[in-house]
């Protein structure tokens, strides 16, 4: 098995990537970016536009969290009693979204999509998952998802075998995208 990942690590460095995309196996955080990385790369690749209104609104969250930090830091009161200054809490739906889309264009039956990951920590098990951003539309898709293990997409020197997880995210969309079984 080993020695096939390594043979289609050459054929995808060879064909299409000079830059052959490797991580640091033991640390599991450089597995997860790598991966949520490509993973984007394929759905974007599908047709799916990305929606950014998510990303500009964490960014603006975070200049006003850090405007009250500053602002908490120069209070004329001491912790206790400036508590109430510093509490702030925040609700977005994005939990482990690495991705929100926008429909694919010239579709007027499919929402955007929301991609998930979790790679927990110690654990080589990556679960990815994709659903509708807006779930309670007549349009919206049962929800999808795959866990499987990191270690069918690395070869032993920590490069990413392409093909592989490509087919793998592949498979994921198509099922999204497959019509539901309708029920007499």
Same mark, same amino acid.
């Given at each position: ?7 289609? *690590? #050459? ?6 990537? &000079?830059?052959?995309?490797? *991580?640091?196996?033991?640390? @599991? @955080?450089?597995? &997860? @970016?790598?991966?949520?990385?490509? =993973? ?6 599908? +047709?799916?536009?990305?929606? =950014? ?7 603006l969250?975070?200049? $006003?969290?850090?405007?009250? #930090?500053?602002? !908490?830091?120069?209070? /004329?009161?001491?912790? %206790? ?13 994005? &939990?482990? !979204? $690495?991705?929100?889309? @926008? /429909?694919?264009? +010239?579709?007027?039956?499919?929402t ?7 790679? %927990? ?9 994709? *659903? ?6 007549? *349009?919206? &898709?049962?929800?999808v ?14 490069i ?9 995210v592949? +498979? ?7 019509? %539901?079984?309708?029920?007499?």
């Amino acid at each position: 098995m080993q020695e096939k990942k390594a043979d289609m *690590a #050459a054929n995808d460095t060879n064909s299409s990537n &000079k830059n052959p995309k490797k *991580a640091n196996l033991l640390d @599991h @955080h450089s597995i &997860k @970016h790598l991966l949520d990385e490509f =993973v984007s790369e394929i759905v974007t690749g599908r +047709g799916y536009a990305e929606d =950014v209104r998510m990303s500009n609104f964490r960014l603006l969250m975070g200049s $006003i969290i850090i405007i009250i #930090a500053l602002l !908490a830091q120069f209070y /004329p009161k001491k912790f %206790p009693e400036n508590r109430d200054f510093l509490i702030l809490i925040l609700y977005t739906k994005e &939990k482990n !979204a $690495i991705l929100f889309t @926008h /429909p694919p264009e +010239g579709s007027f039956n499919s929402t955007g999509l929301v991609v998930s990951s979790k790679l %927990p920590r110690f654990s080589d098990f990556y679960t990815l998952s994709i *659903a509708s951003v807006d779930p309670k539309s007549k *349009a919206a &898709k049962e929800p999808v998802e795959f866990t499987k293990s990191v270690t069918q997409w690395f070869t032993k020197d920590g490069i990413l075998v392409e093909g592989l997880l490509w087919k793998d995210v592949e +498979g994921l969309i198509n099922d999204y995208a497959r019509e %539901p079984k309708k029920y007499k």
